[in-house]
């Protein structure tokens, strides 16, 4: 059933892994799935911190590489395809809060978008402190296109780092009548706290997720399913 659209003039969407899955994009923790997370045998909250980049930025590069280069085969599927048909249509606020580094909300269209962690299609340079788009490899340590240094890492918010544009985030909760989540398990925060703010802040909760997530008991409704059948549903 379509979203009630009355009451409803101001939406914060957060999207996870879930969202990019029927594209092809590995999630990080489906268990059912048995892989549970693991990269090369490592934990993503092992691989994503400073303190691996640190200790062995072949190791972190290698990993980023790996996943930069796959999202640039990949395409926005019907998931993507509704929310960006949502955000041209919606006269209200609309924001979509992505914890996702991939490009697919916006190749699909959606121009409401914010990386909350980052994207893989950016490096940071540590020594001059600018991101430049980047859609190569960086094991190879190559020079920062503005300072010249050797010294770009994955633009990718990290366990332990400050997410993105937090402010933002919550003035767009703050003016939000719903607020709804699309495929992640609650298992980061921030992000996994935003529905309880969206919760005490007076908005409508909903969550679009193929299983129940770690915070599914804060969501007024739950809907189970596919991101590529139930977005559509609930946009259309
Ligand atoms: C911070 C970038 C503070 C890297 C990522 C104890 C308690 C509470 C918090 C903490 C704690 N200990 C540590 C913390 C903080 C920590 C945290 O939350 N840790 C967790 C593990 C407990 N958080 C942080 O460190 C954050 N920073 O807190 O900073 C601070 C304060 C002051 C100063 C400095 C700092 C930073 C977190 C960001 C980490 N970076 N990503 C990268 O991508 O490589 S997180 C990583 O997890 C990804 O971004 C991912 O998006 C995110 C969340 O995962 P999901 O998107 O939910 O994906 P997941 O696989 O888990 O789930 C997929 C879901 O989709 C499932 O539910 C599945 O059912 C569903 N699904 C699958 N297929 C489909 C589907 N749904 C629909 N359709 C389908 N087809």
Known sequence: MPIDRNPIRNIVILTG????????IDTFRDANDGRGGLWEQHRVEDVATPEAFARDPDLVLRFYDMRREAIQTKKPNPAHHALARLDKEWEGQLLIVTQNV??????????????????????????????????????????????????????VVWFGEMPYEMDRIFAALRDA?????????????????????????????????????QGSHWFDETRLGPAGRIVPEWVD
Do not use: K, Q
């Open 102 to 155: 991939d490009d697919l909300h916006e190749r699909a269209g959606a121009r409401r978008v914010l990386h909350m962690h980052g994207e893989h299609l950016n490096a940071w340079c540590t020594a001059c402190d600018v991101r430049s788009r980047w859609t190569g490899t960086l094991i190879e340590r190559p020079a920062c296109p503005r300072c010249g240094e050797p010294a770009l890492r994955p633009d």
């Open 17 to 24: 892994a879930g969202v990019s899955a029927e594209s092809g």
């Open 177 to 213: 009548d719903l607020f709804v989540s699309i495929g992640t398990s609650g298992a980061v925060y921030p992000a996994a706290g935003f529905v309880r703010n969206a919760n005490e802040l007076g908005a409508r909760t909903l969550e679009l997720n193929l299983d129940r997530s």
